[in-house]
């Protein structure tokens, strides 16, 4: 299926994705002690020069920005590749080929791209979004956090929370809800990198850290508006959509690895005299979960290619795909868990880490709950 699936120019650069990771990325996770903290800034950099130096750079960017301006199959398939190792669910091939850039800063202005999305993707730092807060439950309608317009500036009231690389983003952006004339208009704004805004960082099971962001009467100057008022959820939805295949391809990649750690081990590990992998039960969970893992993937390239070509059933695709792909992704880890024994606790194999990260996966963009809602609604109520 794959080889009609991929063209061969996309397979090449798979392999060289995943030769890369062999190479570079996995000899300095088995030599260092990063078990619990993840890869340094300054392995990061030099994984940055390397990968840059090969012409990997930005791969889900617009060329425009600077990327690679891969379609969001393509994106699919390498992602996957790349995020078979120790920390490959949030630092993708050690964060070799940079923070990629979210598409809709295409609304931002000529002086904005060229004071802040250039010089992001020229660094690869990328940008962090703060979006959710903490009562909201993934609903954008729901969301509190305010803005008055005060002459040619706007005073945002309100806290952010659950947003990812604030320390390290070359900028920020927020979505609030700005009052124009007694009526909600959800608009986008970027965040200078050394505003000074209170930030409290947190750890999630201590495998992901995140902030919250107060905005009190935090003035923020018009230009800094990306697109028209009014327009930021429309911006921020096409970002979740695109964020989730990304997010489903780490998951599968993360799945392919830990199937295989599972196999490789069951097939050593001699208990009752036999290897593991000669017992009924193991076998069942290997085989099931890899037609299951094959359906998830097969479901996310439908997915990425309906994206790509704006098919009216996208949005409910990538939402099947990232329910599909952070399951099974969940219970073969759960399985590796379980066919490692104790091993599987501890640190020395990543299957306690993956555990941890996967689980916030289903929460993470949209909740697996917030999905199934959404999928109902477009499969039951629009008869």
């Known amino acids: 299926m794959e080889h009609i699936l991929i063209h061969p120019e996309l397979n090449m650069l798979r392999k060289t ?5 062999k190479e570079q990325v996995l000899p300095v996770e088995q030599q260092i002690e990063i078990q619990t903290k993840g890869f340094t800034q300054e392995f990061i950099q030099q994984f940055q020069k390397k990968a840059k130096e090969r012409g990997h750079w930005l791969l889900g960017t617009k060329k425009e920005f600077g990327g690679a301006g891969l379609t969001l199959f393509q994106q699919a398939v390498l992602f996957e590749e790349a995020a078979q190792h120790r920390f490959g669910f949030y630092q ?7 923070e990629d850039l979210p598409s809709f800063l295409t609304a931002c202005s000529t002086q904005q791209l060229e004071t802040y999305i250039r010089p992001a993707a020229q660094s690869g730092k990328g940008c962090y979004i703060a979006l959710w807060e903490t009562d909201e439950s993934n609903d954008l309608n729901q969301l509190q956090c305010s803005a008055q317009r005060n002459g040619n500036t706007w005073v945002i009231q309100g806290r952010k929370s659950f947003v990812r690389n604030v320390q390290t983003a070359a900028f920020g ?59 930021g959820i429309e911006l921020i939805e096409r970002w979740l959509t695109e964020s989730q ?33 000669q017992f009924a039960t ?26 790509d070509a704006n098919t009216k059933d996208r949005i409910l695709k990538t939402e099947m795909a990232k329910i599909a792909a952070t399951e099974v992704a969940s219970k073969i880890v759960d399985n590796g868990v379980q066919i490692h024994g ?25 909740s697996s709950e917030t999905l199934y809602d959404s999928i109902a609604n477009q499969i039951i109520d629009s008869l």
Request: glycine share 6%.
């Open 342 to 366: 104790g091993a599987g606790f501890t640190d020395d194999i990543p299957f306690e880490r993956w555990y941890k990260e996967l689980r916030i996966a289903r929460l993470e963009l949209k």
């Open 17 to 21: 994705i995943q030769a890369f990771v």
């Open 282 to 307: 193991i076998r069942t969970m290997l085989a099931s979960t890899a037609a299951e893992l094959q359906a998830a993937r097969l479901l996310l390239w439908d997915a990425a290619t309906s994206l």
């Open 245 to 277: 295949i990304q997010m489903a391809a780490r998951c599968i990649g993360v799945a392919k690895r830990a199937h295989e750690l599972s196999k490789q081990y069951a097939a050593i590990r001699v208990t009752r005299g036999k290897p593991l992998s």
């Open 173 to 231: 952006i927020v979505l609030v809800n700005c009052m124009v004339d007694n009526e909600i208009k959800p608009t986008l704004f970027l965040l200078e990198p050394d505003d000074k805004l209170s930030v409290k960082e947190t750890a999630l099971i201590d495998v992901l850290h995140v902030s919250e962001i107060d905005f009190q009467n935090y003035e923020i100057d018009d230009s800094k508006r990306i697109g028209e008022v009014g327009q």
């Open 92 to 98: 993708t091939a050690g964060k070799a080929f940079g």
